[in-house]
């Protein structure tokens, strides 16, 4: 636990175990807890796809049995404004988003910050599993405990006064130790599932969701030789990686299954917007899905200003190991990253956070840019971009 003053704390309760036990952690220590759930989204908001409403009736429950008062709030003006908007734009830019990301540094630690600091808070609180530690007169972000449940990387958007005001009690502890301590205190919510994906999508196909908001042509899907395979839908509805949903999955051939042998998966290997071409390729390790270098951009700095140049980690995607690296031109609008051969990034996504690593401490990260594939993809068959072009 970062303190052991007691103060006056407002803690996010999502209607999930991890914030739960925060809140009852608190508590526990003395102080002074008041609970806030966030409403942030009401577009067709409806029991079948989104569960804002049960969470909410758990969140409740919760605070009734800990003996807190919980607010409800409604930030989805906000949300659509800050986040949505921003999710769309990538997408129709052919580009990846991550709303996590967003919505943690717009919403969670600016929106629901402000609001709690109006209702006489001394600090707020989350269930994300991460710490906070102060050191030389600063603060740093620190992973959590529990290498599983890590969630630094959707927190590295935060600056200094906000993680001077933010305590994540259940960052010291692992998964399964919440768990218990939900089961030992009898919260209603012990044994709900973790929550997944965003509430504005729910558990509708996230295609048919983007169908509603973004233009879309389609275009052909080709291969690493340049032939046709198929057609997409429309470019924004797939990313670098992408396995699922491509719609060819009959189509064979021995000597194009990098990788994996004649029946290796397809995955997406690039999108281009200036000839409407999905390009794929067959096998997870072909060479095309191998990065060694990117560069970011719309970056953020926890300390308030970039780290020296030098070998660092980095995630270039959420649970995935730390990845050695060399930073390189590091301001504060921008930075590359170099992979070394035995560490090439796979299917490195623009629109997605590379974020930054000294150990256990999260230093930053940026919105990935572009990218430059591996060594290793000098091979008989014509760039990504040729190919699209064709």
Sequence with gaps: MVTTKKQRVVV???GGVDSAVSAWLLKAMGHEVVGIFMKNWEDDDDDEHCSSRQDFLDAASVADVIGIEIEHVNFAAEYKDRVFAEFLREYQAGRTPNPDVLCNAEIKFKAFLDHAMRLGAEKIATGHYARV?????????LKGLDPLKDQSYFLHRLNQDQLGKTIFPVGELPKTEVRRLAAEIKLPNAKKKDSTGICFIGERPFRDFLNRYLSHAPGPIKDDRGRTLGQHVGLSFYT?????GLGIGGVKDKKAARGGGEHAPWYVARKDLDTNTLVVVQGHEHPWLQYRSLVADDVAWVGGVAPPAGPLAAKTRYRQADAPCSLAAPDEQGFALEFPPEALQWAVTPGQSAVLYDGEVCLGG???ASAELGATAGTTHRAPAEVAAR
């Design 366 to 368: 940026g919105v990935i």
């Design 12 to 14: 996010g309760l999502s």
């Design 240 to 244: 670098l990686g992408q396995r699922q």
């Design 133 to 141: 530690r102060e050191r030389d007169g600063g603060f740093q972000l």
